[in-house]
């Protein structure tokens, strides 16, 4: 643990509640969640039932003795994400122990992953500030 001097984690999609048999087979959230289920097989090779209730596929569903053991924690999402109530819940969680290096970082008038398109004046402000964060902990 000593090798971590700090994790930061964008935009986490933290729950379960996203990613359920309900949800895939709704046409509309299917579309929505398809893209993240493909990314937590890298995570989840063995995609079964178990999958669903594993704490390091998703950490909001760790209990506060595991909790306590993950790394100081810099957590960042966006002011119109639909993960952004995941965000708000697990930085509450970090804070109560003390694994929160600072408030939540909300990044202001944008939505997933509009922090990179380069195009929008947001994501430079949003890189600045990341590079302003780190620092502070590097």
């Known amino acids: 643990a000593d090798l971590v001097k700090f994790a930061w984690v964008d935009i986490p999609m933290i729950h379960n509640h ?3 048999k ?5 046409e509309c959230s299917s579309f929505m969640v ?10 989840a090779p063995k995609w079964d039932e178990e999958t669903f209730t594993d704490p390091d596929i998703f950490p909001g569903l760790m ?3 595991l909790l306590a053991k ?8 966006r002011e119109f994400d639909y993960f952004r109530h995941d965000a708000e819940l697990y930085s509450k969680r970090l804070e109560k122990h003390g694994k929160l290096v600072q408030p939540l970082y909300i990044q202001p008038g944008t939505t997933h992953m509009s922090g990179l398109v380069d195009s929008l004046p947001s994501s430079k402000a949003y890189f ?11």
């Not at 309900?22 to 709704?26: A, F």
């Not at 993950?70 to 999402?77: E, F, G, I, R, S």
């Open 63 to 65: 209990d506060d003795q």
């Open 18 to 20: 996203w990613i359920t």
């Open 34 to 43: 398809q893209g993240h289920i493909e990314g937590l097989k890298f995570l």
């Open 128 to 138: 600045e500030d990341l590079s302003r964060m780190f620092m502070n902990f590097i």
């Open 22 to 26: 309900e949800v895939e087979l709704h």
């Open 70 to 77: 993950v790394p100081p924690t810099l957590l960042t999402t």
